[in-house]
C-alpha cells in the first residue's frame, strides 16, 4: 500500500480498509508502505502472498508485478504484462480496437507538442476526425488525475500542459455523452453494474473520494438484453488483456445506447467510497468475503 504515485493517498485507505478485512478473517497480515527499499522489506518479513493495495505508478503498472515474480512471491491481481497494458491507456485502446471492443476515437501526443499544430494534425488524421469537445488525460495515470474535458479550442493547450504534468504520453479521446458505468470483474465473473452520478457533472478525483459527491446506482436501470451486452463486452475487454483477478472496466453508454470501453483498472479502489465494494455487496459479497475471494483467488492460480 502507499507507494510513490500520485495515487498515494487512495492506495493507504485501500490497503488499510484490505488490512482490517484480512485481521478479522484471522489472517496473520501486514501493512507495508511500498518505497525504493521494498524488496528487502519483503524478505525480511518473510511474505508469503502479496495483497496488492497500490494504485497508479508502481504499483498499477507492472513494475510492482514484476518484483514480485523475480522474487517467487504470489501475488493478487494481473500479471506483469496485463497490468502494463492496461494502466497504458494508448496500448489498452489499440487491443481493443483489434479484438473488435467499442472504445472512443482517440490520438496520441507526446508532451511539448504545440497545442496548435496538434490540433491540425488531429484534425488531419487519416480514418476519423476528432471534434469538440474531447477528454484530455496523462496516458498513464489512473483516478482522473491530469484529465481535462476540453469544449472550446482556446483550452486545449492548458488541458495538454496539466496532462503533460504527470505523463510524457498525453491521450485526446473522443467525449461521449451519455451515462457512465462501472463492471467489476470477480474470478472471471461480471458483477452487478453500477451507474455513477457525480454530481458535478465530472466524475473527477473530488466526486470520486468525498462523500455525498456522487450518486451510485446499483444495479443500473438497464433492459436486460443491454445489461446483457454490457456485461460481456466488459470480459471482453478483462480477457483481451489477460487480466485474473479482480478488477473494474469503466464504460461510457451514449444517448444511443451504444457502450464504450474507457479503461481497465487491473486494481480497483477498495476504500468505502469504492465501486467494486459496492457491486460486490449488491451481490451478497461483504467486503471482509471480498477481500478474503480477491486472496484465495491468487491460490488458485
Same mark, same amino acid.
Given at each position: 500500500? =502507499? ?12 490497503? %488499510? ?5 484480512? &485481521? ?13 527499499? &521494498?524488496?528487502?522489506?519483503?524478505? $525480511?518479513?518473510?511474505?508469503? &502472498? ?5 494504485? =497508479? ?16 512471491? !504470489? ?13 497504458? @491507456? ?20 507526446? $508532451?511539448?507538442? #504545440? ?10 488524421? #487519416? ?5 469538440? !469537445? ?13 484529465? %481535462? ?5 482556446? =483550452? ?18 473522443? *467525449? ?20 455513477? @452520478? !457525480? ?21 443500473? !436501470? ?32 451514449? $444517448? ?14 477498495? %476504500? ?14 461483504? *467486503? ?14
Amino acid at each position: 500500500m =502507499g507507494g510513490m504515485s500520485s495515487e498515494r493517498e487512495i492506495s493507504i485507505r485501500s490497503g %488499510t480498509a484490505v488490512y482490517n478485512a484480512l &485481521i478479522k478473517k484471522c489472517y496473520n497480515a501486514v501493512k507495508i508502505d511500498v518505497d525504493r527499499n &521494498i524488496a528487502g522489506v519483503l524478505k $525480511k518479513k518473510k511474505i508469503d &502472498i502479496a495483497f496488492i493495495a497500490l494504485h =497508479g505508478k508502481y504499483g498499477e503498472d507492472g513494475t510492482m508485478q514484476g518484483l514480485l515474480e523475480i522474487m517467487g512471491m !504470489p501475488h493478487t491481481g494481473s500479471s506483469v504484462m496485463a497490468s502494463s497494458m492496461a494502466f497504458d @491507456k494508448t496500448k489498452a485502446k489499440e487491443i481493443f480496437r483489434f479484438h473488435n471492443i467499442p472504445t472512443p476515437d482517440w490520438e496520441v501526443v507526446e $508532451k511539448g507538442f #504545440k497545442a496548435g499544430a496538434l490540433w491540425a494534425r488531429v484534425q488531419g488524421f #487519416k480514418g476519423f476526425n476528432l471534434k469538440l !469537445p474531447v477528454v484530455v488525460k496523462p496516458a498513464r495515470e489512473g483516478s482522473t488525475i491530469g484529465l %481535462t474535458v476540453v469544449k472550446q479550442k482556446r =483550452g486545449l493547450q492548458k488541458a495538454l500542459k496539466k496532462a503533460g504534468r504527470y505523463d510524457d504520453k498525453i491521450i485526446v479521446e473522443k *467525449f461521449i455523452l451519455g451515462r457512465e458505468l462501472t463492471v467489476g470483474v470477480l474470478k472471471g465473473h461480471a458483477l452487478p453494474i453500477i451507474e455513477v @452520478k !457525480p454530481k458535478n457533472g465530472l466524475y473527477d478525483y473530488k466526486s470520486k473520494y468525498t462523500k455525498g459527491m456522487t450518486e451510485y446506482i446499483c444495479p443500473a !436501470p438497464l433492459i436486460k438484453t443491454l445489461e446483457s451486452r454490457i456485461k460481456k463486452i466488459a470480459l471482453d475487454a478483462y480477457n483481451a488483456l489477460g487480466c485474473s483477478g479482480a478488477a473494474r472496466v469503466d464504460i461510457m453508454l451514449d $444517448k444511443k445506447n451504444r457502450p464504450y470501453v474507457l479503461e481497465v483498472n487491473t486494481i480497483p479502489g477498495m %476504500t468505502e467510497l469504492s465501486l467494486l465494494p459496492k457491486a460486490a455487496n449488491h451481490a451478497g459479497i461483504d *467486503f471482509p468475503e471480498l477481500v478474503e475471494m480477491m486472496l484465495m483467488d491468487i491460490r488458485q492460480k
